[in-house]
């Protein structure tokens, strides 16, 4: 039984307020039903800006997750999906940062993918301003990433974002005790960064 991946449903309703956010990873992983966000699990959170992406994430909308069923009909089904955010520190020089470690606070769960590890982005020294990117991640049945597609785009710091995720590394996800296709969604954030001739 074959399982289509859940998608994202519409841009219009990602909160735009995560763009204030300084946390440096949060993972999210949502139950998922018919075009809705069900119940959402925070797995991994900086706080308190954990809080902050789990309240926004609970607003996302998304499309149906496939499968086809034993009289080979396409049905809906739930499902989970991963949400991660990556808000880098706005370090000199991208140099390295004091602040607190990311928490474990649930398992994971199997039915949907999860990072093993993360590589944080850099900030392209050419992009002056803050930003958010949104992208799409298509993992196949090994935890291998096929495809980013950009769904939010922040000129100048969309291909720092791409460069990054694209070195992750995932747990792939199971429907039904086998192996399936999966979709992560990466938020990454580039707060204003600190120059270095505005260091005193």
């Known amino acids: 039984m ?5 998608r ?4 219009r309703r990602y909160h735009g307020g995560l763009a204030m956010s300084a946390a440096y990873v949060v993972a999210v ?3 998922v039903g018919i075009f809705a966000a069900g119940s959402a699990v925070l797995l991994r959170s900086t706080p308190p800006y954990g809080q902050m992406v789990l309240d926004a994430v609970k607003q996302w909308r998304f499309a149906p997750a496939h499968a086809t069923d034993a009289d080979g009909h396409d049905q809906p089904v739930e499902a989970s999906v991963l949400v991660a955010a990556v808000y880098r520190p706005p370090t000199v020089n991208n140099g390295p940062t004091a602040g607190t470690a990311p928490l474990d606070m649930n ?3 199997s039915a949907s993918p999860y990072p093993v590890t993360m590589a944080h982005p850099v900030h392209p020294v050419q992009a002056l301003s803050p930003g958010v990117v949104l992208l799409e991640v298509s993992i196949d049945e090994s935890g291998i990433t096929r495809a980013i597609r950009t769904i939010r ?3 100048g710091l969309d291909g720092a974002a791409r460069d990054a995720v694209a070195q992750w590394q995932f747990r792939g996800a199971s429907f039904g005790g086998s192996s399936v296709r999966s979709v992560a969604f990466v938020v990454v954030g580039f707060p204003q960064p600190i120059l270095a001739n505005a260091v005193q």
Do not use: L, V
């Open 8 to 11: 994202w449903g519409s841009k």
């Open 153 to 155: 785009s922040s000129p």
């Open 107 to 109: 398992r994971p769960s």
């Open 2 to 6: 074959p399982k289509a991946p859940s």
């Open 29 to 31: 992983s949502s139950t």
